[in-house]
């Protein structure tokens, strides 16, 4: 140790993990992949074992003034789900970590695992396990689960070839639009507590960013079709973030089109309300938990008519060149932003 002393933000949260990354290696010949997707892969047999984790911290990732306790709880396991979805993998247990203060009570924590149980109930999940401990001041819940698909089934961010088409799931944008909508009414109730949240009108962002789907029913639909992603990531941090992870890591560009990027007409009409553009949210917002994936073009005839998937644009050789052709067929450079905690 020396004295030195470098803020976090500096490296940013990716950095961060590519520096703690950088100082482990596996050794364990069952541990197939470690850091770097969206779920580790353990050796099985006949199987893989698919094991994520995330955290979510009251004041970073939720504020519980227009978070019922109920959706933070579907939410957490969602978020969950998502990551194995993403990997092609079916989940099957989930572990529960919480640390809480005394600001709470066992009501309230009722309410919290009332929508952990209807998300172990909607995804087909077993609760096995947890850990329950006192914290200061707020709330954190960090749900971690295990899934599993047969070995070679999985699907990596790593996969994408040249010309395999980039598809993506539902829609986007939506999250972070609810999460627009619900800050400000929060700045009005707080302004004057007799104003009533207009929150109906927005119930589509807003479920969104409350209550996120994870799409389980996507990847058992392309197994039906008979379709295997070439690579996959779910979008938790945001569409252009995503891409360039599954650039990265296939050591291939992305081209993607801005008029092919599924936008909710609501959400939409809602982002031009609050001032926002659409296009933005959806490249930059998070939170929307869909799939992003590409197919061999021979998988193309196979989804081309799917309802709720929608081919965005293409993968090519040149891991340099993320780019985005806008609705005046200008090509601009695509930029992660992702999420900025520190
Ligand atoms: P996702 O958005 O899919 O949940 P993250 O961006 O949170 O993925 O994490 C990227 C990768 O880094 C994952 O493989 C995750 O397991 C790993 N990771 C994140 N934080 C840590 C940490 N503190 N220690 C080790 N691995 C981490
Ligand atoms: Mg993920």
Same mark, same amino acid.
């Given at each position: 140790?020396?004295? &030195?002393?470098?803020?976090?933000?500096?490296? !940013?949260?990716?950095?961060?993990?590519?520096?703690?990354?950088?100082?482990?290696?596996?050794?364990?010949?069952?541990?197939?992949?470690?850091? !770097?997707?969206?779920?580790?892969?353990?050796?099985? =047999?006949?199987?893989?074992?698919?094991? $994520?984790?995330?955290?979510?911290?009251?004041?970073?990732?939720?504020?519980?003034?227009?978070?019922?306790?109920?959706?933070?709880?579907?939410?957490?396991?969602?978020?969950? @789900?998502?990551?194995?979805?993403?990997? %092609?993998?079916?989940?099957?247990?989930?572990?529960?970590?919480?640390?809480?203060?005394?600001?709470?009570?066992?009501?309230?924590? #009722?309410?919290?695992?009332?929508?952990?149980?209807?998300? *172990?109930?909607? +995804?087909?999940?077993?609760?096995?396990?947890?850990?329950?401990?006192?914290?200061?001041?707020?709330?954190?819940? %960090?749900?971690?689960?295990?899934?599993?698909?047969? &070995?070679?089934?999985?699907?990596?961010? $790593?996969?994408?070839?040249?010309?395999? @088409?980039? *598809?993506?799931?539902?829609?986007?944008?939506?999250? +972070?639009? =609810?999460?627009?909508?619900?800050?400000?009414?929060?700045?009005?109730?707080?302004?004057?507590?007799?104003?009533?949240?207009?929150?109906? &009108?927005?119930?589509?962002?807003?479920?969104? /960013?409350?209550?996120?789907?994870?799409?389980?029913?996507?990847?058992?639909?392309?197994?039906?079709?008979?379709? &295997?992603?070439? $690579?996959?990531?779910?979008?938790?941090? !945001?569409?252009?973030?995503?891409?360039?992870?599954?650039?990265?890591? $296939?050591?291939?560009?992305?081209?993607?089109?801005?008029?092919?990027?599924?936008? #909710?007409?609501?959400?939409?009409?809602?982002?031009?309300?609050?001032?926002?553009?659409?296009?933005?949210?959806?490249? %930059? !917002?998070?939170?929307? +938990?869909?799939?992003?994936?590409?197919?061999? /073009?021979?998988? @193309?005839?196979?989804?081309? %008519?799917?309802?709720?998937?929608?081919?965005? =644009? +293409?993968?090519?050789?040149?891991?340099?060149?993320?780019?985005?052709?806008?609705?005046?067929?200008?090509?601009?450079?695509?930029?992660? /932003? =992702?999420? @900025?905690?520190?």
């Amino acid at each position: 140790m020396t004295d &030195k002393r470098t803020d976090i933000s500096t490296l !940013g949260e990716f950095g961060l993990i590519d520096r703690i990354s950088s100082g482990f290696t596996l050794r364990n010949t069952s541990s197939l992949r470690g850091i !770097g997707d969206d779920a580790a892969v353990i050796d099985a =047999g006949e199987e893989v074992m698919l094991l $994520s984790t995330d955290m979510l911290v009251e004041g970073i990732h939720f504020d519980l003034s227009y978070t019922p306790l109920q959706h933070l709880g579907y939410k957490a396991v969602a978020a969950n @789900v998502s990551d194995i979805a993403a990997m %092609n993998g079916k989940p099957e247990q989930i572990i529960v970590a919480m640390a809480v203060s005394n600001r709470f009570s066992v009501e309230a924590i #009722d309410a919290l695992f009332e929508g952990i149980r209807a998300a *172990c109930d909607e +995804y087909k999940v077993d609760l096995v396990g947890g850990d329950t401990t006192a914290s200061p001041a707020g709330l954190v819940i %960090n749900v971690s689960v295990l899934g599993r698909t047969k &070995k070679g089934n999985e699907v990596y961010r $790593s996969g994408a070839k040249d010309n395999d @088409v980039l *598809c993506v799931s539902g829609d986007l944008g939506g999250a +972070y639009i =609810g999460l627009q909508i619900l800050e400000r009414e929060k700045e009005v109730f707080l302004a004057n507590p007799n104003m009533q949240p207009e929150l109906d &009108k927005h119930e589509y962002a807003v479920g969104r /960013q409350l209550r996120p789907k994870a799409r389980m029913d996507i990847i058992y639909e392309l197994a039906d079709l008979g379709v &295997k992603p070439t $690579s996959m990531i779910d979008v938790s941090d !945001g569409l252009a973030s995503e891409l360039m992870h599954i650039s990265k890591n $296939s050591k291939a560009g992305v081209r993607i089109f801005e008029d092919k990027i599924p936008i #909710d007409q609501d959400a939409f009409n809602t982002a031009v309300e609050f001032n926002l553009d659409p296009f933005t949210c959806a490249l %930059n !917002g998070g939170e929307d +938990y869909e799939l992003l994936f590409t197919i061999h /073009q021979a998988d @193309v005839e196979k989804l081309k %008519n799917h309802s709720d998937i929608q081919m965005i =644009g +293409y993968i090519h050789a040149d891991p340099t060149q993320n780019v985005l052709i806008t609705k005046n067929g200008n090509v601009v450079p695509l930029k992660a /932003q =992702g999420w @900025v905690h520190f």
